[in-house]
C-alpha cells in the first residue's frame, strides 16, 4: 500500500505530462485520457486514487478485478473498469458484470463469448480490438485480416450488445525509442484505415502508451494512455 499523498501526487504529475504532451504535439487540450492500472495494487491504493479523482481505471486479470471493483461500482456509477489483459473464455461472464469495456479483445470466438454473456444480463458493452504491433508482446490479433474478419462479423449485426469502439496495443519492451514510435505508427495507421473501411462504427479510442512510453504514445496518437507504475508504484508479482 502507498502512502495516500503520494498518489494522489503521482496522479498529478502523470496528468501533467499528459497535458504537457498534448500540447507539444499539438492535440488539444483533454484529447487524451488517464486510465489508472491498478492489477496488483490493493483496494486502498485504488480508493487513495479514487479520492483524488481517479474514475478510470484498468485491471488484467479478472478475478482480481472482480474482488476490488465489484462493491465499489455498485457505489459509485462513475467508476469505469476496463479490462485489458488476455481474456480467457471462462471469464467473460465475471468480466462483462464489471467491465464497462474490454479493451483487449483478440479473436473472434470472444467476441461471440461477449455477446452471449451480456444477452444474458442485457447489458452492452465497448471493445477494442487488440493488434500486435511489437516483437515481444504475444497479446492480439496478429493480422489485419483476422481484425476485418472480426469487424465483419460486427457489422453484419451477429453481436448486438457490443459496441465496437476502437483500438488497443502494447509497444515492445525496448528501450529503441525508434520501434516503440513504430508500433504506435502501426496502431494508428490500421485505426486509420479502419475508420475508412467501417464508417458506421464510431472508432474514436486508440488506447496506447503505459509508464514508460506515454509521451511517445500521445505524440502518436494516442486517446487514452494506461499508467500503472508511475502511478501506484512497482508491482510486486
Ligand atoms: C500492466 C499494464 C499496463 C501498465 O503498465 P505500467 O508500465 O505499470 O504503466 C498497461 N497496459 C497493460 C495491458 C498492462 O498489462
Redesign the pocket.
Known sequence: MMQNSKINENLLSVQKNIRDAEKKAGRKEGAVKLMA?S?FHPLEDVLQAIDAGQLIF?E?RVQEAYKKFQPLLSQNKNIELHI??QLQTNKVKHAVEIASSID?VDRLDLLQEIEKQCSRISKSIKVLFEYHTGEESKSGFLTEEAIVEALEECKKGTFPHIIPTGFMT?APFTQDQALIKKSFQTLFSLAQKMKVQYPMFNFEELSMG???DYEIAIEEGSTMV?????IFGE?NY
Do not use: E, L, Y
Open positions: 492500472v492489477k484498468g488484467n485489458i489483459g483487449s502494447m503505459m509508464s514508460g494506461r499508467i500503472g507504475t508511475a508491482r
